[in-house]
């Protein structure tokens, strides 16, 4: 039975290769990506040969690419065909959905090279239900989502999913800068206990609980301005005027050695950035941080 399976993918390539190579030769020289029919007639035709399918789309894919990069160096101006190459990639991961080759390919080339952030994130997406180990995946989703589209809730889900997997602080801080960020300071400081309580490692639990304060003090800040808009007309020009009118009592520290201040916006920032500062820096700016406090920028 096996055999004749074999037999019946073989032949079925074989009619299948001489229409592809048909076409590709009819096609100018800028899109001949491989062509491969449905990914149903595929699977069909395929069946226990399915990953080896899917390293040869790969494959393919990679060596067009780099094809085309070779003949950049020469001067050679030619567009990939990016919507072939990605429509191959998709039919890698329907018939491997574990083929990491094709995430991380996808990842590299179809964000900053292709600008198709949505598509590449459909399929980061898709793995992530199969991968479910994998913490890549949501990091390189949550990196495209904060970075290209700036939608900071959506990164903060994917970098929560980031860090539950890998036990990374980085990306704990990244989760939960994200939510602090889409106004979601609650959800980001219990994201923090639930890590705090998770981690065996103290200085783990030393990096989350300083990023606990940090995110606690820009949260009762973020508090206090809010009231005062409720109260008062007049422009907010520094963190400073909140002691003045009442709603502090002092202003809190930035555990990474930072000053806090009101930017442009009126959103409370921190010179820090939230991240620990050289000792040689801090001065500098700390006293930037001042002056911006005292202009409002």
Not at 23 to 44: G, I
Not at 57 to 73: H, I
């Amino acid at each position: 039975m096996r055999f004749l399976a074999t037999l019946f993918f073989l032949v079925s390539l074989a009619l299948f290769l001489p229409s592809v190579s048909e076409h590709l030769s009819s096609r100018p020289l800028q899109v001949k990506a491989n062509c491969w029919p449905d990914s149903q007639v595929v699977k069909m035709i395929s069946g226990e040969y399915r990953t080896v399918l899917a390293d040869w789309s790969v494959v393919e894919t990679l060596f067009y690419f780099g094809t085309l990069v070779e003949a950049d160096r020469d001067q050679q101006k030619i567009r990939p065909d990016y919507r072939q190459m990605y429509n191959n990639l998709v039919l890698a991961l329907k018939l491997d959905p574990y083929n990491l080759d094709a995430y991380y390919f996808t990842q590299a080339i179809f964000t900053w090279d292709a600008g198709r952030i949505l598509e590449t994130n459909r399929m980061l997406d898709y793995g992530i239900k199969y991968r479910t180990w994998d913490w890549q995946l949501p990091f390189w989703a949550g990196f495209n989502t904060s970075y290209f589209l700036k939608d900071y809730a959506a990164a903060a889900e994917y970098f929560q999913q980031a860090a539950v997997l890998s036990g990374k602080p980085l990306f704990t801080n990244l989760a939960a800068r994200y939510l602090h960020e889409s106004g979601q300071d609650a959800l980001g400081l219990a994201f923090l206990d639930g890590m705090i309580r998770s981690t065996r490692d103290p200085h783990i639990r030393a990096l989350y609980q300083t990023r606990k304060t940090a995110l606690e003090a820009m949260s009762l800040l973020s508090q206090a301005v809010a009231q005062y808009h409720q109260h008062y007309t007049d422009p907010l020009q520094s963190l400073s005027q909140l002691i003045d009118v009442g709603l502090l009592q002092s202003l809190p520290s930035d555990p990474y050695g930072g000053t806090f201040f009101l930017n442009e916006s009126g959103k409370v920032r921190t010179t820090s950035k939230l991240r620990f500062l050289h000792p040689d820096s801090k001065t500098q700016n700390n006293q930037q941080g001042m002056n911006r406090d005292a202009t409002g920028n």
